[in-house]
């Protein structure tokens, strides 16, 4: 059954971090791209980082590259968002997700091709 579980939001100031936890279950780790995205009130979901669980590859969006990394532990089937210097603009409602099938690289940070989604957890930066 595909599960997946956040953990890790909460509350920090500008500057601080936070690292989020996304438990896969068997049948949604190891398939293809994992990853997070983020939502926040009135925006689109948008696409922040993401792992091929079957190799190494990552991808990242540009307003988090050098501030977010995205690590796995496969033996977990957990999937890691390191989030440093953070800013306010990174509030969002954070959800984890897995694809079911390859995807081209214009195509890995695109909510619409992710078939398994967490139920999200909140991170909230204030200035």
């Known amino acids: 059954q595909a599960q997946l579980l956040e953990s890790g939001g909460g509350s920090v100031q500008a500057g601080g971090s936070l690292r989020l936890s996304c438990a896969a279950g068997?049948?949604?780790?190891?398939?293809?791209?994992m990853g997070w995205f983020r939502q926040a009130p009135g925006k689109e979901r948008e696409g922040v980082a993401v792992i091929y669980t079957a190799g190494v590859s990552a991808h990242y969006a540009d307003d988090v590259k050098g501030r977010f990394t995205i690590s796995q532990d496969r033996a977990k089937r957990t999937v890691y968002l390191q989030m440093n210097s953070l800013k306010p603009e990174d509030t969002a409602m954070y959800y984890c997700?897995?694809?079911?099938?390859?995807?081209?690289?214009?195509?890995?940070?695109?909510?619409?091709?992710?078939?398994?989604w967490g139920q999200g957890t909140q991170v909230t930066v204030s200035s």
């Open positions: 997700a897995g694809s079911n099938f390859y995807l081209a690289n214009a195509r890995r940070l695109n909510p619409d091709d992710y078939s398994y």
């Open positions: 068997s049948y949604t780790y190891g398939r293809y791209w």
